[in-house]
């Protein structure tokens, strides 16, 4: 027993001579087995003793290869402020002018807009009117007087400029040697604004349109113009000239001068000079405008060439 004891000794102590030193260093997975014999192996068949080693990893090894990088996420999109200026959307194109060559069919255009007007809900002022208020007057008219929006008188009675503001107006008119038959009155706004919809039969409940409202009824009154192709238009008041001649500058500073006029929605036949004066309303509270107000028709009448008549 102790003889083979020795000899297994001195077989392990010649395996450790042969290897080199990091051979020896154990790794996980590789294996090797090695027996273990010496001379008088091959002549005996005695059990002999396995040992495994692990072959360590060799020294100056190359880099490990580089792992693939992962993806880098998609960016996050780019988060809007409100800053960021609206995009333009382009504007419609004008309808061509429709060319009229009699006075009924420019009426019986006319009539087709005013019934538009009578079933229009497109803003909050059609479900509180009384009455629509679409216009009348002369269809080849070539003076047209336009305001502002209908007031309590024109609510009740779906008629343009019949309370104390268009007894006045109707002065104006015949003051130019013209009769009220022989021009036609409108305004921008077709239905009665009023500081209280809710109380339709008060007095002193009238309010100048506001631009929304505006916006949605200017339709009406370019075709209207269009349709009458006159040659001269007097905007009443501030509202109704900076809404027509489409400036923001004061009623003073745009008074006292023709503007040419130019339509969003419809294209013109021919050109139609526009001149803006006080709004009649304005001037029963401010009498001293009356003058301004006359100066401002007489440079129509010059144009048209009219002369006052004799009273």
Request: neutral net charge; glycine residues 8%.
């Amino acid at each position: 027993m102790k003889d083979g004891v020795r000899e297994l000794a001195a077989q392990f102590k010649a395996f450790l001579q042969s290897r080199e030193e990091d051979e020896l260093t154990p790794v996980g997975s590789a294996r090797r087995e090695r027996a273990c014999t010496d001379a008088n192996a091959s002549e005996t068949k005695q059990d002999h003793l396995t040992i495994e080693f692990a072959r360590a990893a060799r020294k100056n090894i190359p880099p490990a290869e580089e792992t693939e990088k992962p993806m880098p996420q998609n960016p996050r999109p780019p988060q809007i402020t409100g800053n960021e200026p609206a995009e333009e959307t382009e504007k419609p194109m004008p309808q061509a002018p429709v060319s009229y060559t009699t006075v009924q069919e420019k009426q019986a255009a006319l009539d087709e807009i005013a019934a538009e007007i009578g079933a229009c809900q497109r803003c909050p002022l059609g479900q509180t009117r009384l009455h629509a208020v679409p216009g009348e007057g002369n269809p080849a008219a070539q003076l047209m007087f336009i305001g502002e929006g209908p007031g309590f008188d024109e609510d009740h009675s779906g008629r343009p400029f019949v309370g104390r503001a268009g007894q006045l107006l109707d002065k104006m008119i015949a003051a130019m040697g013209l009769k009220r038959e022989q021009v036609f009155i409108g305004n921008i706004a077709k239905c009665h604004p009023m500081v209280n919809p809710a109380n339709p039969e008060a007095r002193g409940n009238d309010r100048a349109p506001n631009a929304g409202e505006i916006a949605v009824c200017r339709k009406y009154i370019e075709r209207q113009i269009a349709v009458i192709s006159p040659k001269y238009i007097v905007a009443l008041g501030g509202v109704a000239a900076k809404a027509l001649i489409s400036d923001t500058k004061s009623l003073g500073a745009l008074r006292g001068k023709f503007h040419l006029l130019h339509l969003d929605t419809v294209q013109l036949q021919t050109p139609v000079k526009i001149l803006a004066t006080y709004h009649p309303a304005a001037l029963l509270r401010n009498p001293n405008w009356k003058k301004d107000a006359w100066a401002d028709l007489q440079m129509v009448m010059a144009e048209m060439g009219l002369k006052r008549p004799h009273a």
